[in-house]
Structure formats: structure tokens, C-alpha cells
């Protein structure tokens, strides 16, 4: 079954803690894993996907085929990264299977 | 905003009349997707269109679902006879290559009574 896992609904950090945000996966292919975020009243925007290996934000995110899993890091938090953030799988060429979400509160 | 637009931004209806939500796509992108998305819980495919063509839909589509994309610009997705499970909210995307690179408009959130 193709099928995504975010296991926190929420998350609530202090700013400049460290944030991970968690998101496994089942998919018997080759992922094509991607994180979504949502800023409040705003579109779904992409925020970075996996064969890019790149930081966005000060956000990383690694591919552990072991552990089927990518995970969304970040070593500290701010303010402005409140917002839900949702993880993605592409199994196919052109939808995706997102996962629930994880809402994400960065206090002050 | 020259994004993805969406109309109407909101539609509250009885249960059993029919509704019709638009997308415009950004004006060079060639394919279109519809996800629905409900309460609690992330985004759902429905339907990917590649110009005028649509070329997948989601098991989700039931009878009562049915989007078009005439001349391979704005997209209309219709559902007949609504149902209380039908609220949600419908969000468009569009892109000219891959998935990846689609951009979501926002939405529109269907609330049947």
C-alpha cells in the first residue's frame, strides 16, 4: 500500500530550539518524497523535495530508504516557521499522497 | 494575483442540488489537478488534466463528480446531487512540467447542509 504517515498533529517549539518534524512512508518503488508547507491563509506551496538534497529556510530533510522515512529538520526555530507543514510521496508521475500534516507552533 | 484562482472561495448548499467550482490555471501551464482535501487530514488526489485531456481519475471521482477542461484553460468541477460527505475543500493546481512544480490556488470550500 502507498500510503504516508505524519504521526504528530502538532508540534510546539521554543524559538531557537531544534525542530523535526517526522513523516514515514510505504511505498514498495523508488520514493519521490517532497514537503509541502501552509503559512496561514495562504496556498500550499512547495517547501523542498528530496532529489534536490537542498536547505530551504534553514530546512533540510534526508531520505532513509532504511528506515522509510524523511523526516523535516531544522536546528532553530522561528517565529515565521509557524505553519502546517505536510510530507508527500509521488508514486506516480504526476499526483501525490500526502500525509495529515503536522501543525507546527514556534513560541516566543 | 496572477496564481491559480479559484471561484467561488466559498459555496454552501443544500444536500442534493449540484454545484460548479472553476479553476484558472497559471496562463502558460499545460496541466491542471484537482485534490480535495477534508478536515484533519492532507491533501487528495481527483483528477490530473494534460491540456484538454484528463487523463487519470482518482477512485474517489464517484458518478457524481465530473471536471472538464475545454480548450485546455480553465477547469470546472462538478458535482450533482451533493452529499453532507461532499464538504471539503476543493483546491486547484497547476504546472508546466512535472507535479513538482505545481502551484495550488486556494481553494474552494464546499459546505453541504
Known amino acids: 500500500a502507498q500510503r504516508v504517515t505524519q504521526p504528530e498533529k502538532l508540534l510546539s517549539v521554543f524559538k531557537g530550539a531544534p525542530v523535526e518534524l517526522k513523516c514515514n512512508y510505504s511505498?514498495?518503488?523508488?520514493?519521490?518524497l517532497f514537503w509541502y508547507v501552509q503559512y496561514s491563509r495562504q496556498r500550499l506551496q512547495l517547501l523542498l523535495r528530496h532529489i534536490s538534497r537542498e536547505s530551504i529556510k534553514g530546512f533540510t530533510a534526508d531520505l532513509n530508504k532504511g528506515e522509510t522515512s524523511f523526516h523535516l529538520k531544522k536546528p532553530f526555530a522561528q517565529e515565521e516557521d509557524s505553519a502546517m507543514y505536510y510530507c508527500?510521496?509521488?508514486?506516480?508521475?504526476?499526483?501525490?499522497?500526502f500525509g495529515t500534516g503536522t501543525r507546527l507552533k514556534v513560541l516566543a | 494575483d496572477t496564481g491559480v484562482s479559484q471561484d467561488p472561495r466559498h459555496k454552501i448548499t443544500k444536500r442534493g442540488q449540484n454545484v460548479t467550482f472553476r479553476c484558472d490555471p497559471i496562463s502558460e501551464h499545460n496541466r491542471l489537478y484537482w485534490y480535495r482535501q477534508t478536515l484533519g487530514q492532507g491533501p487528495e488526489f481527483l483528477t490530473y488534466?494534460?491540456?484538454?485531456?484528463?487523463?487519470?481519475k482518482s477512485r474517489l471521482l464517484s458518478d457524481r463528480f465530473s471536471a472538464e477542461r475545454p480548450k485546455g484553460s480553465f477547469s470546472t468541477l462538478e458535482i450533482q446531487r451533493t452529499e453532507q460527505g461532499d464538504s471539503a475543500m476543493y483546491l486547484c493546481?497547476?504546472?508546466?512540467?512535472?507535479?513538482?512544480?505545481?502551484?495550488f490556488g486556494q481553494g474552494t470550500r464546499l459546505t453541504v447542509v
Open positions: 493546481a497547476s504546472s508546466s512540467r512535472g507535479p513538482e512544480e505545481a502551484f
Open positions: 488534466f494534460q491540456n484538454e485531456a484528463q487523463l487519470e
Open positions: 508527500a510521496l509521488r508514486p506516480g508521475t504526476y499526483k501525490y499522497i
Open positions: 511505498y514498495s518503488g523508488s520514493p519521490e
